[in-house]
């Protein structure tokens, strides 16, 4: 780790004890100004944004999630007001208790300290994790791709003015450079930085996760499925297979492998029938192959491969995988998940319970698509990420996702004996 790198941690971290000395009033203040910020500043973000588009292919999945618009900022602003009107995530008691020695313990939620977020070609997640942290009383240090490097600078700079004008130290947010060096040092930051959380790929989160020195929060990488039961409804599916495939293919909360029981392979035209009109590119297995030929357009039909499957396709692209049982369903998914969202469409109460019960994921549907794995949409306010693991926060992850919490004890000069 560089001394320069020594020097920004040490600042961030000295910059998150002020953070204590806020109130959630002035916290509410600066995050109605950042959004406000955020639209007045649109034309500098987007020009910082277009420098950034014109290196990347259009054709990259990631094209989409770098590319920033008007409406989407002030979708981001929007975001970030809702965060200001939720109830500060500090100073909760969760749990108190009088020991019979006249003791008493409350335990009472706290922020973090400083959180690293390590994410790829998408800039919004820099107003998202600087809102989430502020708010939570957490600083951050933003470690973004070099695909976005021009739009998370110039959105980094709005915020830093902001801070300036209510003469908030500035430290509560950095973003490091975009090489390889910087990541190196944040993974090793141990002392300075209290929490990891990689939002990416999967390549990403496994690098992180074997090389950081500091406690990680898996988020990021979905691999997710839409089993559709033989007791489906057939346009609950149809809409639902739709929707979860082609409202933003470059998500983590998009379908990724179509289950179908082999006893419903005769409705399969109709529930991939609107998936045509976003040109989506179907790998199918030898019977869906042979139930979607001729009612698919060929052009969009290919045969499945082994690497089919269990691959996050961040495209307009998705498998179909035909099952013979229920059971069957289940272990292509237990295979195959990113234990991310997976889906059920049935009709059948106790399968649709028995599906819920035994996937092991963090998000289970029923009858629902999976694009509402989303912070805001759980309610939440904007999301730092969607943990895929069991430690600590599962799913969308808040502002109490993103707290610890600290034991407090009080007494009268009680003593302990052996």
Known sequence: MTTNSNETFAAVQAASREL?????DIINQILNAVADAAVAETPFILAENEKDLTRMDKNDPKYDRLKLTEERL?????DTRNVATLPSPLGKVLKETVRPNG???TKVSVPFGVIGIIYEARPNVS???FSL???SGNACVLKGGSDADCSNRAIINVIHEVLKRFNVNPHVVELLPADREATAALLNAAGYVDLIIPRGSSGLINFVR??????V???GAGICHTYFDEFGDVSKGADIIHNAKTRRVSVCNALDCTIVHEKRLAELPVLCEK?????????ADPLAYQALEGHYPAELLQHAKAESFGTEFLDYKMAVKTVKSFEDALGHIYENSSKHSECIVTENKERAALFTKIVDAACVYTNVSTAFTDGAQFGLGAEIGISTQKLHARGPMGLEEITSYKWIIEGDGQTRRS
């Not at 204590?20 to 959630?24: E, G, Q």
């Not at 002030?74 to 929007?78: D, E, L």
């Not at 074997?210 to 406690?215: F, L, S, V």
């Open 20 to 24: 204590a000395l806020l109130s959630d």
């Open 74 to 78: 002030k979708g981001i602003a929007a």
């Open 103 to 105: 003791m008493r313990l």
């Open 127 to 129: 107003f998202d994790v």
């Open 133 to 135: 942290c502020l708010k």
């Open 210 to 215: 074997e090389n950081a020195k500091i406690p």
């Open 217 to 219: 929060i898996e988020t």
């Open 275 to 283: 998936l045509k009109g976003s040109n989506v590119i179907i790998y």
